[in-house]
Nanobody, 117 residues
Framework: VSVAEAGGGLAEPGGFVTLSCKCS????????ARWHRQTPGKERELVAC????????RIVDSVKGRFPISRDNDRDLVSLDMNSLNPEDTAVYYC???????????WGQGTQVTVSS
């Protein structure tokens, strides 16, 4: 299983960034997907997660209403649309998969998102 994030970079406050995650897991719909983020000196924290079939998602309160998570099981992609960014969203964002049966976790290398004017 491989997981690779893309789409990070520099954005202005109030701006928009889309992160994508290309995965190689087969079958892809038997893996829950999640986005976490981490800033220096802090533990990695959950941002959003979505079930294998894409029918249920959870968004943490700090980004609720701003960061919808979605997946395209035909293309093995997971996306995080980051709206109304603020400097506190600056972090390295990690995409992860968890097997529904095995519970094994697989993580990407992370992508940096910096929100600054």
């Amino acid at each position: 299983v491989s997981v690779a994030e893309a789409g990070g970079g520099l954005a202005e406050p109030g701006g928009f960034v889309t992160l994508s995650c290309k995965c190689s897991a087969v079958p892809f719909d038997e893996y829950h997907a999640r986005w976490h983020r981490q800033t220096p000196g802090k533990e990695r924290e959950l941002v959003a997660c979505i079930t294998g079939d894409g029918n249920n998602a959870r968004i943490v309160d700090s980004v609720k209403g701003r960061f919808p998570i979605s997946r395209d099981n035909d293309r093995d992609l997971v996306s995080l649309d980051m709206n109304s960014l603020n400097p506190e969203d600056t972090a390295v964002y990690y995409c992860g998969l968890q097997g529904m049966s095995s519970r094994k976790e697989f993580w990407g290398q992370g992508t940096q998102v910096t929100v600054s004017s």
